[in-house]
């Protein structure tokens, strides 16, 4: 039994996405769509073009607004909270295509990601007050101890927009671990990465969740890693959940193995 299965059992779900569907102008993009996430986990979110992925992870960090259903988090619907609320309740995400500010540097960017974990004020920032400089200082630590967790101390004075793709996702990634996630949303992490950058990124995933404690979910089309990384996988297809359970067990479901190759009287 893995370590999130041991954590998982006889705990409820940290995150439990209930009956969602979501509809754009009479075309179905999610339908009645439900799964557990529990603590320590990495969960992978797989399925074909148009499956509804993306959809349901906008729904999850509150971009898009359920047509019907809940999204649960610790027993509480998050469906009320904007998006910019979305992290003080400790969901974290990355994007398919870097959302960072390009001409700031690696550090500033990352501090960006504590925000939404700081309390000050204008006033409170103009007048410099002590509890301020203090906050200050937390925040400065925080920062520099993940840029060294995640290897990125030798361009933290770099801009950003001057990086290789492959250093801005992990500033990306750094920005989402500064806000202290419960856990972190990933879209497709293993986009525009080489095949070593994948196992590397994979590695890291895994680290993450057993050295900072971070529930993970995996949106991701590079099967390869979803299926060596991830502890419980969720395939969807049309909208709808096509099957559920271990990478092995969803690997080998023949729906899902219909659904990415075709059958052979399509």
């Not at 073009?49 to 898009?64: D, H, I, P, Q």
């Not at 398919?96 to 001409?103: D, I, R, S, T």
């Not at 030798?154 to 250093?167: D, N, R």
């Amino acid at each position: 039994m893995t370590q999130a299965q041991q954590l998982a059992q006889g705990h409820a779900p940290l995150l439990a996405v209930r009956d969602v569907s979501v509809v754009f102008g009479g075309i179905v993009a999610l339908n009645g769509v439900s799964f557990d996430m529990h603590q320590g986990q990495i969960l992978g979110l797989i399925g074909p073009n148009g499956a509804g992925k993306t959809t349901l992870f906008n729904c999850l960090s509150r971009l898009y607004q359920p047509s019907s259903g809940d999204i649960l988090m610790e027993g509480v619907s998050i469906l009320t909270r904007p998006p910019h609320k979305i992290a003080e309740i400790g969901i974290g995400r990355t994007f398919q295509n870097v959302a960072l500010f390009p001409n700031l540097s690696v550090l500033d960017n990352v501090r960006v990601g504590t925000h939404a974990r700081t309390s000050s004020d204008i006033i409170s920032d103009s007048l410099k007050l002590a509890w301020i400089r203090r906050s200050e200082a937390s925040v400065n630590k925080k920062v520099h101890d993940i840029l060294a967790y995640l290897d990125l101390e030798a361009v933290a004075h770099s801009i950003v927009s001057g990086l290789p793709f492959g250093t801005q996702k992990r500033v990306e990634l750094a920005r989402a671990l500064a806000a202290d996630p419960k856990i972190l949303l990933l879209d497709e992490p293993a986009g525009g990465l080489n095949h070593e950058e994948v196992h590397v990124l994979g590695d890291l995933v895994r680290k993450i969740r057993n050295e900072r404690k971070i529930t993970v979910l995996l949106v991701e089309h590079h099967m390869g890693m979803v299926m060596s990384t991830a502890d419980h996988v969720v395939a969807l297809n049309f909208g709808r959940k096509l099957a559920e359970g271990t990478p092995s067990q969803v690997q080998a479901d023949p729906d899902v193995i219909k659904a990415y190759l075709g059958s052979k009287d399509q």
